[in-house]
């Protein structure tokens, strides 16, 4: 009975909770940012190539199998069938994802940290009220 105590208590503390509520929030701000990058950006950046859609970029490094069915234009029918290829389409997406994930999370802490140094300027006693503290003290003492 000791262990699922402790296990409560474990689960009670605010920073479990924190963490759990920061990967929810995460999962969700990577679905918008994969649709910022999927559906905005990159077929911007794919239209300036030459192709729509620039995740279906690749080098095909093994020959296809016999009785293939797709397309041999397609990565995703590629893929599927198991043919060894280099993606590098598909990265550069994935890339362009992270980049950007991590410039709006950077904007976010540097906010979060402005804020936090402006509350802390302001909490903190100004020298006239440290001075007039001190009088009252020393008043106080006599």
């Known amino acids: ?3 699922i105590n ?3 208590a474990f689960i009670a503390r605010g920073n479990v909770f924190d963490l759990a509520v920061g990967v929810i929030i995460g999962g969700a701000f990577a679905t918008i940012t994969k649709s910022l990058t999927d559906d905005l950006i990159m077929p911007v950046v794919g239209f300036l190539f030459g192709g ?3 995740s279906g970029y690749f080098l095909r490094l093994g020959d296809i199998p016999a009785g293939f069915k797709g397309n041999p234009a397609s990565y995703a029918d590629l893929k599927g069938a198991g043919v ?3 993606g590098w389409g598909e990265f550069l997406t994935v890339l362009v994802n992270f980049i950007i994930l991590a410039f709006i999370i950077f904007l976010m802490v540097k906010l979060v940290n402005r804020i936090l140094v402006k509350q802390e300027e302001e909490a903190a006693p100004t020298p006239e009220e440290v001075t007039l503290l001190r009088e009252i003290r020393d008043s106080l003492k006599k």
Do not use: H, P, R, S
């Open 1 to 3: 009975m000791g262990i």
């Open 52 to 54: 729509a859609d620039f």
């Open 84 to 86: 060894a290829m280099l």
């Open 6 to 8: 402790e296990f409560k």
